[in-house]
């Protein structure tokens, strides 16, 4: 299984960027997708998350900013982030929980990164 992520890039303070996360290979089911971002000299954290179902999760630092959607048929997780502010700059990883066969358990893979900068 492979996640490929785009969309990252430089961006004003204020501006907007679209994240896209497509999952290919041996692939089952998809349970949540989501992005963790992980800032310059920190740790990695959570950003948005999605259930197959549709029910989302964000940290508080985005809420009202940041939108994740996901579309099931092309095991695609985008993010939407608009209003964005210096202290977003990071890299930006998606990740999916993937069940890769009928019997096999559910593994987490991880994309390769992209980076987000935002300029005050």
């Known amino acids: 299984v492979q996640l490929q992520a785009s969309g990252g890039g430089l961006v004003q303070a204020g501006g907007s960027l679209r994240l896209s996360c497509a999952a290919s290979g041996s692939i089952f089911s998809i349970s949540v997708m989501g992005w963790y971002r992980q800032p310059p000299g920190k740790q990695r954290e959570l950003v948005a998350a999605?259930?197959?179902?549709?029910?989302?999760n964000y940290a508080d630092s985005v809420k009202g900013r940041f939108t994740v959607s996901r579309d099931n048929a092309k095991n695609t997780v985008y993010l939407q982030m608009n209003s964005l502010k210096p202290e977003d700059t990071g890299v930006y990883y998606c990740?999916?929980?993937?069940?890769?066969?009928?019997?096999?358990?559910?593994?987490?893979?991880w994309g390769q990164g992209t980076q987000v900068t935002v300029s005050s």
């Open positions: 999605i259930a197959s179902g549709g029910s989302t």
């Open positions: 990740n999916a929980g993937v069940v890769t066969g009928v019997v096999t358990g559910l593994e987490a893979y």
